[in-house]
Structure formats: structure tokens, C-alpha cells
């Protein structure tokens, strides 16, 4: 569990107070791109506690999480429990805002802790906490499997874009993606603008996640299929499908892949955003 001194410590790194505001009043907002929102308080027995209430840090298993994966399926596997908790030499690259945490996981020792900065500056309004990592390679299913904590929600409630996976096929990158708010979230479908097709998204509202919680999650996406499919399960319940048609996705096989652990970026935050992640797990057919 985060000791006083280190949530001292965030805290001040953050520059604004650490903010855990209650997300069970929520009820689903809409149905389009900009209705989002966080699921249940029960964390998966695999990775966290059976209970809503049970410290996750507390019950953590004995680390690490990636010795015993399949082998056969398992294209990438990141627990953060290397011996050297300073570096991330497993990934393609990292950006600012990125540490091992020795005082949260789901499997000990060590997690990541992803915090962007307070940023209301106009010359750099989107900053990042993340790591990537590239694979150059066909892929028709992908499997992307993790343990996910938001510990603080931005005071101005402006979106962040947590743990994103880019397909890229034809030439157009497609973004898999939560799309987080202080007071939502959804599991999107992008694609960016400026690859000569519109700007386009898919959006899958989700049930209120609390701040402060662990969550277990897989996804799956088939991206062989026209439209690809997917299925977002968390805490063991599908929350997007299972096979829900993801719209913008209609150009088939996948021949290149970035997986993301962290922030692709904040728009303009006010207090800014922390999460950690752990038991990253990428598996591909």
C-alpha cells in the first residue's frame, strides 16, 4: 500500500491536491464519442483481492507475474520486477512521468507509476506518461492483459488516454484505448485524423470505476475480421462485447502494433493524472 510519505511526496510532484472523488452516483451519459466513463470495484482473483473493501497491495501475489506465461502465445510480458527497477529495457521507449513504484502492485515487488504534470500551458497542453513498445509483425488476434490503478483524476475533468494499443494496416493507424475523465470513462476505437480518411471513433460506454481500486483487464481484438472485433473483460466480467464490431476498423489484418503502458497524453490538465499499472501481458495469434 502507498506509504504517507510517498502520497506526500505525489502529491506535491502533482503540484495540486490528490483527488479521489466518488464515482458511484454515475449513470451512463450517452452514447457517442463524448459520453465516457470508468467498471466494478471487484478486483480478479488472479491478479487482486476477491473484495471490493481487500487492500490489493496488501494480497498481493509473490512476484514475478511473467515467469510461466505461455510461451507459445506470448509476445510480450512486463511485470517490472526486474532486479534493476531503474530502467524499462524491455520497451521500444518511455517518456517523462514514468517509475517503478515499490509501494503498489498486484505482484511484488514493483509496479509502474504513471504521473502527468499539472499543464495548462499553451505551448505544451498534452503531456505524456507512458512506455511503448513496437512490434513489426502480421497480427490477426491480440490479447493485451494488465492490472490498472488510477490514484488521481484530474481536477478540471479533461480526458487522458490510458494504455493504448495502434494497429496499423493499409497505411491507417487505429487506436485501442480507455478514455478516462474525473468523472468517466469509455473503451474507444480511433483513428486519427490526417492519414487522408476522417477522423473517426467508436466509443463503448463503461460502468463507473472507483479511483483508488485495482482492476484486471483483457482485451481482445481480432483484426483480421471487417470490421475488427473486440472484447474488453474487467475483473472478469466483459464490459465491450463479447465481438462487439469496432466500426472505424474495416481494412483487415494488422501488420504492425504499438502497445502503450501509461498516459498517451493528458488534454490540458489542471491537477494532472496518476495511475499505476502492472502484469502487462501481450499475447498474439
Known amino acids: 500500500m502507498m506509504t504517507?510519505?510517498?502520497?506526500?511526496?505525489?502529491?506535491a510532484l502533482l503540484g495540486g491536491g490528490c483527488l479521489f472523488p466518488s464515482l458511484s452516483s454515475l449513470t451512463d451519459g450517452g452514447t457517442d464519442a463524448t459520453s465516457d466513463v470508468l467498471t466494478s470495484d471487484i478486483a480478479s482473483p488472479e491478479t487482486g483481492p476477491t473484495d471490493a473493501s481487500a487492500d490489493a497491495d496488501a494480497n498481493a501475489p509473490p512476484g514475478p507475474f511473467c515467469i510461466g506465461q505461455d510461451s507459445g502465445t506470448m509476445l510480450f510480458c512486463d511485470d517490472f520486477d526486474d532486479t534493476d527497477a531503474a530502467t524499462f529495457a524491455k520497451w521500444t521507449s518511455t517518456s517523462s512521468g514514468v517509475t517503478r513504484d515499490p509501494d503498489a502492485s498486484t505482484s511484488l515487488p514493483f509496479s509502474l507509476l504513471a504521473?502527468?504534470?499539472p499543464s495548462l500551458d499553451a505551448s505544451a497542453p498534452n503531456p505524456s506518461a507512458r512506455l511503448r513498445k513496437v512490434f513489426t509483425k502480421s497480427l490477426t488476434h491480440v490479447t493485451?492483459?494488465?492490472?490498472?490503478?488510477?490514484?488521481?483524476l484530474d481536477s478540471l475533468g479533461s480526458k487522458a488516454?490510458?494504455?493504448m494499443v495502434t494497429i496499423t494496416?493499409?497505411?491507417?493507424d487505429v487506436?485501442?484505448?480507455f478514455a478516462v475523465t474525473a468523472t468517466a470513462l469509455t473503451y474507444d476505437v480511433h483513428i486519427p485524423s490526417g492519414q487522408d480518411v476522417a477522423s473517426l471513433t467508436t466509443s463503448f460506454l463503461l460502468m463507473p470505476w472507483s479511483a483508488g481500486a485495482?482492476?484486471?483487464?483483457?482485451?481482445?481484438?481480432?483484426?483480421?475480421?471487417?470490421?475488427?472485433?473486440?472484447t474488453v473483460a474487467i475483473d472478469g466480467t466483459p464490459a465491450v462485447g463479447p465481438n462487439a464490431p469496432a466500426a472505424v476498423a474495416t481494412f483487415g489484418?494488422?501488420?504492425s502494433m504499438e502497445v502503450q503502458a501509461g498516459f498517451y497524453y493528458a488534454n490540458t490538465p489542471e491537477s494532472g493524472w496518476a495511475a499505476h499499472v502492472d502484469n502487462v501481458l501481450v499475447q498474439s495469434q
Not at 218 to 229: E, G, K, L
Open 175 to 177: 487506436q485501442y484505448r
Open 253 to 255: 489484418t494488422g501488420q
Open 169 to 172: 494496416s493499409g497505411g491507417i
Open 214 to 230: 485495482w482492476h484486471h483487464v483483457v482485451i481482445d481484438i481480432f483484426a483480421s475480421t471487417s470490421p475488427a472485433t473486440i
Open 144 to 152: 493485451y492483459t494488465f492490472d490498472a490503478r488510477i490514484d488521481q
Open 115 to 117: 504521473v502527468t504534470p
Open 161 to 163: 488516454f490510458l494504455n
Open 4 to 11: 504517507r510519505a510517498r502520497w506526500v511526496a505525489l502529491c
